[in-house]
């Protein structure tokens, strides 16, 4: 199958993910202890491959260039979802008040997208180096992107929009996504630039987003599925590389 081929089928199935997300926002409780697994397992995954994996590569592709880049993608998402008026954390919107002027809900759904915009970058990114490199991205996206669906949909709940808008706005994530898979690929000359931008773009959701909320959960079996996540990192690389 070509990049082009691949890449856009699992963006597909990342979307998938991000609408499964969106839908489960009403099962409750059962929705609120997976999510807290998936967000704790997802924040280890994303963790390793990024530091071992993508900083490594992007380091190898542009020496002078990529520390600056990583900074810089780390920055931007740091920009999008939290430093313009975007009232926005993973997990369940608990926060209705944040949402009485329900016009901060397109802000929060901004920030995410940039997100979302980026991992599609960041798959692209990693399937144009090597198979390898393009599934344990693969991997950063899947590990959380049923919870991502499931944030932005409890947004729309806590703003009081109709249901089926957290069903919207989860699959408006996995299209951003496919947005990000299709810009890389058709500018695939400058995949020097993509992967470092991808990598900070994965510490920041990983380290900024995601461990923040695993911190606010108590008891030990949340950081022992963490290490779980970075655990399965360093077992796939002994598999296949
Ligand atoms: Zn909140
Ligand atoms: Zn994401």
Do not use: C
Not at 221 to 230: C, D, E, F, S, Y
């Amino acid at each position: 199958m070509s990049i082009l081929g691949i890449t856009l089928t699992l963006g597909v199935v990342a979307a998938l993910a991000n609408i499964f997300g969106g839908l489960i926002v009403t099962a409750r409780p059962w929705s609120r202890t997976f999510l807290a697994y998936f967000i704790a397992l997802g924040s280890g995954f994303m963790l390793a491959t990024a530091i071992l994996e993508m900083v490594p590569q992007s380091l190898q592709l542009a020496p002078n260039m990529a520390p600056v880049l990583i900074l810089l993608g780390y920055f931007i998402v740091h920009f999008f979802e939290h430093s313009w008026p975007a009232h926005f954390h993973f997990g369940e919107e608990t926060h209705h008040e944040a949402f009485l002027d329900p016009s901060v809900v397109y802000p929060a759904l901004g920030g995410l997208l940039v997100h979302t915009f980026f991992e599609g970058v960041a798959i692209a990114s990693g399937f144009l180096i090597s198979d390898w490199l393009g599934w344990m991205v693969f991997g950063t996206a899947i590990v959380h992107n049923i919870p991502e669906g499931f944030t932005v949909a409890s947004i729309m709940v806590a703003a009081r929009k109709k249901r089926h808008a957290g069903t919207w706005a989860a699959a408006a994530l996995g299209g951003s996504r496919i947005l990000g898979i299709l810009v890389m690929v058709s500018i695939r000359q400058f995949v020097e630039f993509g992967l470092p931008l991808a990598a900070g773009v994965t510490i920041y959701v990983a380290a900024s987003d995601l461990i923040p909320e695993v911190n606010k959960m108590a008891g030990m079996k949340i950081p022992i599925t963490v290490g779980l996540g970075v655990v399965m990192v360093l077992v796939l690389r002994m598999l296949f590389t």
